[in-house]
T-cell receptor
Framework: AQKVTQAQTEISVVEKEDVTLDCVYE???????LFWYKQPPSGELVFLIR??????QNEISGRYSWNFQKSTSSFNFTITASQVVDSAVYFC???????????FGTGTRLQVFP | DTAVSQTPKYLVTQMGNDKSIKCEQN?????MYWYKQDSKKFLKIMFS???????INETVPNRFSPKSPDKAHLNLHINSLELGDSAVYFC??????????????FGPGTRLLVL
């Protein structure tokens, strides 16, 4: 069965701190996709990254970086030098090939204080 | 320029009423979805349509009926609204192929409040 666990319900940091959001997934499939979405206070869901199970390379995009480790079934997200605008709920999601749907984690609320 | 749009953005209605939410995408995608986000922010798939054909129906009550007049539109009609239907409903779209799952892009959400 597919499952995504985001154990951190809420994280609070002060601006310029680095923060890592954890995501652990379960799947029986060998081909699957992992995603991160951001939901700011305005409510929309913003796509951040998509990764397939065959690509374990870490990715960096500006202050954002992602660490994918199949050995621990984790896909963690790090924000470097956090800013107030990073305050949002972040969702990790999983989809198996052919399943055509996203299974979301419960989200982590990040609050960045000035 | 909006990729996935939904109307209305807010919907307040009485129990027992029937209401519809509309979704349109201009990304040229062939697959569209409805997700429900409850008060605890939990997101769950409800339906997906591929080229106007229903693909996923995740044990949603019969009071919910999606309709796809063409592959750019997916509407959600809800009959006999109940208090528990209060939630945010998100439409999404993606291009699906046999070899991969492409990214799903979401609309802004419709906040439904049933009184």
């Amino acid at each position: 069965a597919q499952k995504v666990t985001q154990a951190q319900t809420e994280i609070s940091v002060v601006e310029k701190e680095d923060v890592t959001l954890d995501c652990v997934y379960e799947t029986r499939d060998t081909t699957y996709y992992l995603f991160w979405y951001k939901q700011p206070p305005s409510g929309e869901l913003v796509f951040l990254i998509r990764r397939n199970s065959f690509d374990e390379q870490n990715e960096i995009s500006g202050r954002y970086s992602w660490n994918f480790q199949k050995s621990t079934s984790s896909f963690n997200f790090t924000i470097t030098a956090s800013q107030v605008v990073d305050s949002a709920v972040y969702f990790c999601a999983l989809s198996e090939r052919g399943a055509d749907k996203l299974i979301f984690g419960t989200g982590t609320r990040l609050q960045v204080f000035p | 320029d909006t990729a996935v749009s939904q109307t209305p953005k807010y919907l307040v209605t009485q129990m027992g009423n029937d209401k519809s939410i509309k979704c349109e995408q201009n990304l040229g995608h062939d697959t569209m979805y409805w997700y429900k986000q409850d008060s605890k922010k939990f997101l769950k798939i409800m339906f997906s349509y591929n080229n106007k054909e229903l693909i996923i129906n995740e044990t949603v009550p019969n009071r919910f009926s999606p309709k796809s007049p063409d592959k750019a539109h997916l509407n959600l009609h809800i009959n006999s609204l109940e208090l528990g239907d209060s939630a945010v409903y998100f439409c999404a779209s993606s291009q699906v192929s046999r070899s991969s799952l492409e990214t799903q892009y979401f609309g802004p959400g419709t906040r439904l409040l049933v009184l």
